[in-house]
């Protein structure tokens, strides 16, 4: 099969909308979409992997087995959020253990990389070169033809909204359009895997919008995205579930609530807003599984503190029913990635 | 992570499949134009190019200078074109200018991309690390010796107009006979550089060591000579010039010894650059 069209040989894009994508492209479509059914359910896999600079540790004895959706890694500075990206792009290689992307080793980069996409943390750029060629360039070195090249070019252009810069040097950008050239450069080949740095860096409340609306496409397409972010709220929003790092070693991995569910040590927080929260409180001390109650700050509701959320929750619509209160809202306070970052990083941190 | 997900399968554009041999030419072939497509965009007009051109222009203006110099009838006549021209072209082109024209257009063609932090673009993608050594070989070869090639020309041609009065023939079987020599000269130091653009951190020191090495060539023994790119090169000079009292003269290696021999070093060069970007990490701090 070839994917030879006219070769017009320059860097000229075509200004205006993108070209329908020809016969041989669709084709290659579907030969793609057959690669992936192929492999459907291998995921990405690390079996004990470690990574060591030197004396130092990056990673260690990483076991964790990532399915298709959002995947949030969360971690401090140093924690090993980069290197387990690096590793998985095959931009560094593990010290021991195995890494397999999709059934694919890291021994083979040509088949690999047509399914990984990477937006990493560095802002830099081939010099001298226009968003349209950056993309373009890196498309045809992949081994795309001039007219499949232009249109993915186009389309992952319109995907971050940056056709009209399109043809302005990258080195002119705005820290916010470096970070959405760098990400269309990741989608442009249509990557199963999306491996994203800090994607959401510099980007003002718009685009962050856009984007993350951009991840849940990605998502709902079935791609798999493995996304590191500081900013722990959006963490939350958009991931289906975590990987928590610290000091190189995977401290909770799993859907959000699950991880939540499994820390017993710490009761889990309960918000509840009602017209009598004083009342309530006093009610809710009487019950044994209730760690601690407190008024919250804007006193409209308590702050509850309990080691079993399921009996509590009953023993609370009886309350309710038997006082007559008239409630706003029951959630849990604590059942998220900042609450998770709290418990699992920083606590570790004061305690040791 | 054992979240269970019933979702569409993803489509992925496929460049190509290789074939049942594993070879798969039309790809790697369309894969090396796009690199060295890129390479020529960042390199051509960039102001790397500013140090190549100074060094070949110098030698045609400086002939050109001296051509058209007051001198006597006498002295004009003394001036022997092919002499005046090798010795030119032994001290100054072989010497000097394709050596740094080399160093400059060579040695930043992986470390620049380490330096500017955007090597990881390219070793992200689905290619053959040996394509991307090849492409950028090429691309560094074909902005070193055209620009070197046109300016021995140039030089050759300015010389042997004002001073000399050869047939055609012969001026133009001299002017291919120096053009491919620098040619040659730029694939063999070419190769030495990339390599060294890749193994070292710095690698202006390992070119300074070169450097003097290849100077002192003409004073070393004979042996030791042989092991370097320049001693080919100047065995096959059409004209013998010294450039000393001091130099030991060695006896010259055939045309049909000294070109494969560069070659082969060119080869084995551009196969452990290959090995070399294989095992190549991206940890850009370190550098």
Known sequence: MSLETSESGALEPTVGSPVSPDLESEKARREGSSFQKAHEGQGIVFENVSRFY???????????????????????????????????????????????????????PQELFRHIGYCSQFDSFPKGLTGYEFIYSFLRIHGFAHGPAQTMTWDALGKVSLE???????????????????LAQAISHQPTVLVLDEPLNGLDPMARAEIISLFKEFREEGKFLIISSHILHEVDVISDRVVLLNSGYVVAEGEIHGVRDEMEEHPMQVLIRCDRPAELAAEIFRFEYVAGAQIHQDRQGVLVSTREP???????????????????????????VHALYEYLIEGEGRSS | ???????????????????????????????????????LRKNILSRRMLPLLLLAVLPVVWMAIISVAPLSEADRLKIEPNPAFAFVFRVYYLKIAIFLSCLVAFVQ????????????????CPVRREIFVAAKYLVGSLSSSLVMAASVAATYLVVHLSFGSASLGSLVSGLLTYAAIAVLGCLGYGAVFMLMGLFFKNPVLPAIGLFLLELANPFLHPLIKKISIIHYLISLLPHHVSVGAFEILASKTSPFISVPSLLVVIAATVWLASWRLRQMEITYSDD
Do not use: C
């Open chain 1, 54 to 108: 030197g004396e130092v540790l990056g990673v260690n004895r990483i076991n964790l087995r990532i399915e298709p959706g959002i995947t949030g890694l969360v971690g401090p500075n140093g924690s090993g959020k980069s290197t387990l990206m690096n590793l998985l792009t095959g931009l560094l290689r593990p010290t021991r253990g195995t890494l397999k992307v999709l059934g694919l080793t890291l021994d083979q």
């Open chain 1, 164 to 182: 009209d810069a399109a043809q302005r040097k990258v080195a002119g950008y705005s820290k916010g359009m470096r970070q959405r050239i760098k």
């Open chain 1, 310 to 336: 399921a009996r509590f929750f009953l023993a609370l619509n009886d309350l309710v029913v038997s006082k007559g209160l008239l409630m706003d809202s029951v959630r849990p306070a604590d059942d998220d």
């Open chain 2, 1 to 39: 992570m054992n979240s269970t997900s019933n979702v569409a399968s993803p489509e992925v554009i496929t460049p190509q499949p290789q074939n049942s041999s594993g070879a798969n030419w039309s790809l790697w072939r369309r894969q090396l134009a796009g690199v060295v497509r890129l390479e």
């Open chain 2, 109 to 124: 063609l992986f470390r620049g991309d380490i330096l500017d932090r955007s090597l990881h673009y390219y070793l992200l």
